[in-house]
């Protein structure tokens, strides 16, 4: 295996899928564990975006994976080269497993420049060209915990042909092989776990193919590739999810790229997928909105009745259009901070939420730092957001370990009544 | 035509109405215990005017000589209060007019003044508004009453008056607030200048009457008279006769030749009171710093570190570092190697180089360590008065923040020199 030591250990499996349970023994010196469900911890170079260490560690449970991507790092390659000690290192990151991915999933990223020898990333300078041996070099300098295999994902288009799907399976698996070849022979990747990318499109035969492929080489675990929201739609998502995780070691970690939205995560896990990544609070960050769903299953009577109150005063509405497949826009997850109703709200983002910015700030004022276009803006949205976030994944993990997985999407919908 | 908030500016309505006011006033002063500014001079240094005081306000002390980060609309750009107050911050700025038409004073009471909205609870200064009349908006007309403009929000006409600057301020909730000046640039020569200067005079003694909570919130004076040392002395003579709590020289810190500004505000220094504070407004280059504090300054405030940071320029005790160029691309030393604050204890110049190319929290990192820089920098200036070595001090800042003395620009030679100390 891939110098890895990472043991996964279920403690429930629900319908022979849905999983739930805890990564142990991650990073080099196997100090880490990570629950599952769980996600990532988003990152822009290492840093959480609008985030210092400070603001950073405000945050009173992080995900202990921090994912960086080779689209924000390939330009600083020589850089790297020149500091030799790492990232983690370079980028003054606390305690963390890092995890490197190839593309950031909250970042556009133009089609049309994958070669059966190459795939491209976007710096802040252009187009980058990656062989395998340069994608290689990169994560020698970059000496992360964990990386995904080079693979090729632009399968995501309507219309992709069988062929292209076709071919993204073929390239992919070569990457892989390529990969794990340079990989053994690297001093500086002993102890790093590499993981397997399932390609595969919108193709039922394909993803097989890719699962069992990629399966029987030895990599530490799997990234679910060409899934991300906009792809699909979720019915045909959890088709394949399924189809592809049946077809997957079950002593394995799945990652699941580019899905962030709170159902679609939901009907993930089901699906049998383990971890995601955690681009979804920098995205509604952007768009000047605050997480704001429900997650909460415990009866509490309290609650009902302040519900009932939300109801009738016409403050439950979503906010945003369930079925809209363009990561850009608001979701029914969150609320517009900028819409003239929060101006004199002094009530926090979400009563109840412990972070710094629901504890230390209200409504009225984020308002006017967004229409006033104030920097602090984005600090204060980030740092509720990602609190939501990973609140929402620990509440996903109680409600498999109660049974009230059904319970819970009705509450993140909005459509649990009682 | 609406003033600023959509109140008329209130002229003095009816006797009875007005001795009402007045008797609550009398009984508030004489009912307060703790008047709500107090200095207390420290130490004094036996070579120049520098002194080290501490300034007890409302809501909490300030050491002396002070520099006040400028937090214009409520916010200390990127910054969070937690972590301005980690870095040392007692007292730091917002602004009157960007507060006033966003979100509006009415709101900012609501909301428990500037304090209880940014949730700051160390002290707060609010200038009058007034020199955002000169510098940002399309002015229309200044008269007796105020300042008319037009709101960049809505195009209405808006009128800025003493009482309307008060109000909004005592909305605002302030520990200090300035007077409503009428602003010229530092570079207008000729009559206007002297118009400007009595003006202020009679607008601050409505300030002062206009100020609802005189047992709370500190309204200083704004001393005027452009670059012309007898307008400047009449300005000072008539002003220090009213009694406030403290003096800012204003009109300063413009585009005006260095020679004038340091003259200007020497002369000022020396006729205002010892045991008031002395408060020069929008001065923040470091050499300025040093320079006016041994004039007899006590308080600075300026965007300049803070706006400098967005472009990723580092402020350091030897000049000025820009983040953004390629030679710190490979650099791994922090900003600076003896600096202690949060970014230079975790970050080195090639990470933030590259990380300007990725996220905005680059900007941060820089903001914090140039608050840090110019905190820091006051801190030690303190020190050095209070063990009587400020002097000293000064030469080793000067050697280290210029490569050779002929570099050392010719007015602060000047500068120091009128205060006795004889840089090589």
Same mark, same amino acid.
């Given at each position: 295996m891939a110098g890895s030591r990472m043991k996964l250990e279920l403690s429930k499996v629900v319908q022979g899928r849905c999983r739930l349970g805890q990564l142990k023994e991650i990073g080099r010196m196997g100090q880490h564990s990570l629950d599952i469900p769980g996600c990532l911890l988003y990152s822009h170079l290492g840093t959480v975006p609008h985030l210092t260490q400070d603001t950073l560690h405000t945050l009173s449970s992080l995900p202990t994976v921090t994912q960086v991507t080779l689209s924000n790092i390939a330009e600083h390659q020589e850089v790297l080269d020149e500091f030799k000690g790492g990232?983690?290192?370079?980028?003054?990151?606390?305690?963390?497993?890092?995890?490197?991915?190839?593309?950031?999933?909250?970042?556009?990223r133009p089609t049309g420049h994958t070669t059966n020898k190459t795939v491209s990333v976007w710096g802040s300078g252009g187009r980058i060209e990656l062989t395998v041996a340069k994608f290689m070099a990169l994560q020698r300098m970059v000496q992360p915990d964990w990386y995904q295999a080079m693979a090729d994902g632009e399968t995501?288009?309507?219309g992709t042909s069988r062929k292209r799907v076709r071919k993204s399976v073929d390239r992919s698996l070569a990457h892989l092989d390529e990969c794990l070849l340079v990989h053994q022979k690297s001093q500086e990747l002993d102890g790093v776990s590499v993981f397997g990318v399932v390609e595969g499109g919108d193709i039922l035969e394909e993803r097989l193919r890719s699962a069992r492929e990629t399966a029987k080489r030895p990599v530490a675990g799997f990234c679910l590739d060409g899934f991300q929201t906009g792809a699909m739609d979720q019915a045909l998502r959890s088709q394949l999810i399924a189809a592809v995780t049946e077809e997957l070691p079950e002593d394995k970690p799945r990652l699941l790229q580019g899905v962030g939205r709170p159902d679609e995560v939901l009907a993930c896990v089901e699906a049998g997928v383990d971890l995601f990544e955690g681009f979804f609070p920098f995205q509604a960050t952007e768009r000047g909105c605050a997480l704001c769903f429900r997650f909460d299953v415990t009866p509490d009577p309290e609650s009902a009745v302040a519900d009932e109150g939300r109801h009738a005063a016409g403050e439950t509405q979503p906010n945003g259009?369930?079925?809209?497949?363009?990561?850009?826009?608001?979701?029914?997850?969150?609320?517009?901070?900028?819409?003239?109703?929060?101006q004199d709200d002094f009530r926090p983002l979400v009563e109840g939420c412990g972070c710094y910015c629901c504890r230390n700030h209200q409504r009225a004022y984020v308002h006017h730092l967004l229409v006033t276009n104030e920097l602090l803006a984005g600090v204060l949205l980030m740092m509720h957001n990602t609190s939501h976030y990973h609140s929402f994944f620990r509440a996903v993990r109680e409600a498999l370990a109660n049974d009230k997985m059904d319970l819970l999407r009705r509450r993140v919908l909005g459509t649990l009544t009682e | 035509m609406s003033t600023v908030g959509g109140n008329m500016a209130a002229p003095i309505t009816s006797e009875a109405d007005g001795n009402i006011k007045e008797n609550s006033m009398f009984l508030k002063k004489t009912?307060? #215990?703790?008047?709500?500014?107090?200095?207390?001079?420290? *130490?004094?240094c036996p070579v120049t005017k520098a002194r080290a005081c501490d300034l007890t306000l409302p809501h909490s002390s300030v050491s002396t000589p002070v520099f006040m980060p400028v937090g214009t609309q409520g916010t200390l750009k990127g910054i969070t209060a937690d972590q301005l107050e980690g870095l040392g911050c007692q007292i730091c700025l917002g602004n009157t007019y960007h507060l006033g038409m966003r979100p509006g004073p009415e709101l900012i009471e609501k909301a428990n003044g500037l304090h209880g909205f940014m949730n700051w609870r160390r002290n707060l200064l609010t200038d009058s508004g007034g020199f955002q009349m000169v510098s940002l908006v399309e002015l229309s007309e200044v008269t007796e009453e105020g300042v008319k403009f037009k709101s960049p929000y809505d195009g209405k006409e808006i009128l800025l008056s003493p009482e309307k600057s008060i109000s909004i301020q005592n909305s605002l909730g302030s520990d200090i607030m300035m007077q409503l000046d009428d602003v010229v640039s530092s570079t207008v020569k000729g009559p206007r200048v002297e118009?400007?200067?009595?003006?202020?005079i009679r607008w601050l003694d409505r300030c002062i009457a206009a100020n609802k909570h005189?047992?709370?919130?500190?309204?200083?004076?704004?001393?005027?008279?452009?670059?012309?040392?007898?307008?400047?002395?009449?300005?000072?003579?008539?002003?220090?006769?009213r009694d406030?709590?403290?003096? #800012?020289?204003?009109?300063?810190?413009?585009?005006?030749?260095?020679?004038?500004?340091?003259?200007?505000?020497?002369?000022?220094?020396?006729?205002?009171p010892r045991e008031k504070p002395?408060?020069?407004?929008?001065?923040?280059?470091?050499?300025?710093?040093?320079?006016?504090? #041994?004039?007899?300054?006590?308080?600075?405030?300026?965007?300049?570190?803070?706006?400098? *940071?967005?472009?990723?320029?580092?402020?350091?005790?030897?000049?000025?570092? +820009?983040?953004?160029?390629? +030679?710190? #691309?490979?650099?791994?030393?922090?900003?600076?190697?003896?600096? +202690?604050?949060?970014?230079?204890?975790?970050?080195?110049?090639?990470?933030?180089?590259?990380?300007?190319?990725?996220?905005?929290?680059?900007?941060?990192?820089?903001?914090?360590?140039?608050?840090?820089?110019?905190?820091?920098?006051?801190?030690s200036v303190r020190q050095s008065i209070v063990e009587g070595r400020f002097p000293e001090f000064i030469l080793t800042f000067m050697k280290r923040m210029f490569p050779s003395p002929d570099q050392y620009p010719g007015w602060a030679v000047e500068a120091l020199a009128s205060v006795n100390v004889t840089l090589e």
């Amino acid at each position: 295996m891939a110098g890895s030591r990472m043991k996964l250990e279920l403690s429930k499996v629900v319908q022979g899928r849905c999983r739930l349970g805890q990564l142990k023994e991650i990073g080099r010196m196997g100090q880490h564990s990570l629950d599952i469900p769980g996600c990532l911890l988003y990152s822009h170079l290492g840093t959480v975006p609008h985030l210092t260490q400070d603001t950073l560690h405000t945050l009173s449970s992080l995900p202990t994976v921090t994912q960086v991507t080779l689209s924000n790092i390939a330009e600083h390659q020589e850089v790297l080269d020149e500091f030799k000690g790492g990232f983690k290192t370079f980028a003054g990151l606390h305690d963390t497993v890092l995890y490197c991915s190839l593309h950031d999933s909250a970042a556009h990223r133009p089609t049309g420049h994958t070669t059966n020898k190459t795939v491209s990333v976007w710096g802040s300078g252009g187009r980058i060209e990656l062989t395998v041996a340069k994608f290689m070099a990169l994560q020698r300098m970059v000496q992360p915990d964990w990386y995904q295999a080079m693979a090729d994902g632009e399968t995501w288009q309507t219309g992709t042909s069988r062929k292209r799907v076709r071919k993204s399976v073929d390239r992919s698996l070569a990457h892989l092989d390529e990969c794990l070849l340079v990989h053994q022979k690297s001093q500086e990747l002993d102890g790093v776990s590499v993981f397997g990318v399932v390609e595969g499109g919108d193709i039922l035969e394909e993803r097989l193919r890719s699962a069992r492929e990629t399966a029987k080489r030895p990599v530490a675990g799997f990234c679910l590739d060409g899934f991300q929201t906009g792809a699909m739609d979720q019915a045909l998502r959890s088709q394949l999810i399924a189809a592809v995780t049946e077809e997957l070691p079950e002593d394995k970690p799945r990652l699941l790229q580019g899905v962030g939205r709170p159902d679609e995560v939901l009907a993930c896990v089901e699906a049998g997928v383990d971890l995601f990544e955690g681009f979804f609070p920098f995205q509604a960050t952007e768009r000047g909105c605050a997480l704001c769903f429900r997650f909460d299953v415990t009866p509490d009577p309290e609650s009902a009745v302040a519900d009932e109150g939300r109801h009738a005063a016409g403050e439950t509405q979503p906010n945003g259009d369930l079925n809209c497949d363009d990561q850009t826009h608001m979701t029914r997850f969150e609320m517009d901070l900028k819409d003239k109703r929060h101006q004199d709200d002094f009530r926090p983002l979400v009563e109840g939420c412990g972070c710094y910015c629901c504890r230390n700030h209200q409504r009225a004022y984020v308002h006017h730092l967004l229409v006033t276009n104030e920097l602090l803006a984005g600090v204060l949205l980030m740092m509720h957001n990602t609190s939501h976030y990973h609140s929402f994944f620990r509440a996903v993990r109680e409600a498999l370990a109660n049974d009230k997985m059904d319970l819970l999407r009705r509450r993140v919908l909005g459509t649990l009544t009682e | 035509m609406s003033t600023v908030g959509g109140n008329m500016a209130a002229p003095i309505t009816s006797e009875a109405d007005g001795n009402i006011k007045e008797n609550s006033m009398f009984l508030k002063k004489t009912l307060s #215990a703790v008047p709500p500014l107090t200095l207390r001079i420290v *130490a004094e240094c036996p070579v120049t005017k520098a002194r080290a005081c501490d300034l007890t306000l409302p809501h909490s002390s300030v050491s002396t000589p002070v520099f006040m980060p400028v937090g214009t609309q409520g916010t200390l750009k990127g910054i969070t209060a937690d972590q301005l107050e980690g870095l040392g911050c007692q007292i730091c700025l917002g602004n009157t007019y960007h507060l006033g038409m966003r979100p509006g004073p009415e709101l900012i009471e609501k909301a428990n003044g500037l304090h209880g909205f940014m949730n700051w609870r160390r002290n707060l200064l609010t200038d009058s508004g007034g020199f955002q009349m000169v510098s940002l908006v399309e002015l229309s007309e200044v008269t007796e009453e105020g300042v008319k403009f037009k709101s960049p929000y809505d195009g209405k006409e808006i009128l800025l008056s003493p009482e309307k600057s008060i109000s909004i301020q005592n909305s605002l909730g302030s520990d200090i607030m300035m007077q409503l000046d009428d602003v010229v640039s530092s570079t207008v020569k000729g009559p206007r200048v002297e118009e400007a200067m009595h003006r202020s005079i009679r607008w601050l003694d409505r300030c002062i009457a206009a100020n609802k909570h005189p047992d709370k919130q500190n309204l200083f004076a704004i001393i005027q008279g452009g670059l012309d040392a007898e307008l400047r002395k009449a300005c000072l003579d008539e002003m220090t006769k009213r009694d406030v709590p403290g003096f #800012a020289i204003g009109g300063l810190s413009g585009g005006e030749e260095k020679d004038d500004f340091w003259r200007m505000v020497t002369l000022s220094t020396d006729h205002l009171p010892r045991e008031k504070p002395r408060y020069l407004m929008g001065v923040g280059y470091a050499l300025d710093l040093v320079v006016c504090v #041994a004039l007899g300054c006590d308080m600075f405030d300026c965007v300049f570190p803070t706006r400098t *940071a967005r472009f990723g320029s580092a402020l350091v005790p030897w000049g000025s570092l +820009q983040v953004k160029q390629k +030679q710190y #691309a490979k650099d791994f030393q922090p900003i600076d190697p003896d600096c +202690q604050c949060p970014t230079c204890k975790r970050h080195s110049r090639a990470y933030l180089h590259a990380l300007f190319k990725s996220d905005t929290a680059a900007m941060h990192h820089i903001t914090i360590h140039n608050i840090a820089y110019q905190l820091t920098l006051m801190r030690s200036v303190r020190q050095s008065i209070v063990e009587g070595r400020f002097p000293e001090f000064i030469l080793t800042f000067m050697k280290r923040m210029f490569p050779s003395p002929d570099q050392y620009p010719g007015w602060a030679v000047e500068a120091l020199a009128s205060v006795n100390v004889t840089l090589e």
